[in-house]
């Protein structure tokens, strides 16, 4: 069977499609989510209300390129109640409000993860080990956007199978009401949102290599256990921080994982999309084709799969993207000069879009643009 790049290219032959490649684009190019809706997707992207409000190119961009947000960080507990008692909705509001100005949706990220927890709740947690803390937080949150937002990741990050208990993270959730705790907040969940659909958000379940084999396993044993004993799971945010420092992405190895989560009956969320680039030795172009290359071999194969409904990337430009350059990375300095930052999302620094927005562009168009 061809895939959807090689049928495209057939259709054009290899001098057509390198033209329309390099078609300048128009004022009324269409936007990305133009193009993701043409299938029946949405394109969207993770966004921070303070970002927003201080650049209007990126305001514009927002505006015009997508069909929904993720608050980056503002739906988090930590955000939302940093300290107990004092509930903090503003940028949540600002940024429901500009999505809704848009005709934009929302994604609710996200109601559980422990690294975005605050203190003061892990110290209580720990010391009370009652639900009633988690659910309060729950009702909280959900019967003010429980309406608004329709998907929502309920625990984000849940798999572990290094140093975790059966392949779950050996989080405080984990050790306090133990592994029954991600069946209890979907069913917490679902009590305080009956319409809103509710997901498990995780990451590295795209490259062929031992460690995302075991998570790709230990991710479709959960779910499946899951829907077996009939907890409310609507379906699956794969987070897709690709990495190419991690090898070819291969069809075989992504294409049978969606196909088992879709065969559940799940929806399926790309929802954190973008590319570390680890070797930063080359020419920013030599970079984005690079970053370009890997995005349209993954989408390739994702968007293949039906139950695939969306494909967020974890923000629009390289300025606010949280990859960093770390040890262990690959920089010529003198040659290439400082490489920051690295260059793994559709906008660069400058909110000019690269390669990759392209790639992005064409995988909605089934290669074509
Ligand atoms: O990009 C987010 C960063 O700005 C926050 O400081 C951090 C902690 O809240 O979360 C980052 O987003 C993470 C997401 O919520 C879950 N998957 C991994 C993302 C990158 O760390």
């Known amino acids: 069977m061809l895939t959807r790049r090689e049928f495209a290219a057939s259709l054009l032959g290899v001098a057509g499609a390198a033209l329309l490649a390099a078609a300048p684009s128009r004022a009324d190019t269409p936007s990305l989510n133009d193009l993701a809706r043409r299938s029946g997707r949405v394109f ?8 927003l409000a201080a650049e209007p190119a990126l305001r514009k961009a927002a505006a015009a390129e997508c069909g929904m947000l993720t608050p980056e960080i503002h739906l988090k507990w930590n955000s939302i ?20 100005r848009n005709g934009q949706k929302v994604y609710g990220h996200a109601l559980l993860w422990e690294q975005s927890t605050p203190d003061w709740a892990l110290r209580e947690l720990k010391a009370r080990r009652n639900w009633r803390l988690v659910s ?32 779950l993270r050996r989080n405080t959730f984990h050790r306090v009401f133990g592994p029954g705790y991600i069946a209890h907040a979907l069913e917490t969940a679902r009590h305080y949102a009956p319409r809103a659909r509710l997901m498990l958000n995780d990451y590295s379940f795209e490259y062929d290599n031992h460690v995302e084999a075991d998570r790709r396993k230990t991710f479709l044993r959960l779910v499946a256990d899951l829907k077996g004993r ?16 991690k090898g070819p992405l291969k069809r075989p190895v992504i294409a049978p994982f969606m196909q088992a989560l879709a065969d559940m009956g799940l929806e399926i969320y790309i929802t954190e999309l973008d590319v570390k680039e680890r070797d930063y030795r080359a020419t920013p172009q030599t970079r984005d084709a690079r970053v370009a290359d890997e995005v349209a071999r993954y989408l390739d194969i994702a968007l293949d799969q039906k139950a695939v409904k969306g494909v967020t990337t974890w923000g629009l430009s390289d300025r606010h993207s949280w990859l960093r350059i770390e040890r262990g990375d690959r920089i010529d300095r003198k040659r290439y000069g400082n490489p920051a930052p690295n260059r793994g999302l559709p906008y660069d620094a400058a909110m000019q879009p690269k390669p990759m927005h392209q790639a992005l562009a064409q995988a909605f168009s089934g290669g074509l643009t």
Request: proline letters at 4%; aromatic letters at 8%; charged letters at 25%.
């Open 44 to 51: 969207g992207a993770a966004m921070r209300a303070d970002q």
């Open 81 to 100: 109640e940093n300290r107990k008692g004092s509930i903090w909705y503003e940028p949540v509001d600002q940024l429901v409000a500009f999505a809704a």
């Open 136 to 167: 309060d937080h729950f009702e909280r949150v959900l019967g003010r956007y429980g309406e608004t937002i329709e998907v929502w990741d309920v625990v984000n990050e849940p798999i572990d199978t290094q140093g975790g208990r059966q392949g």
């Open 230 to 245: 009939g907890v409310p799971l609507d379906g699956v945010g794969l987070q897709a921080h690709l990495d190419l420092g």
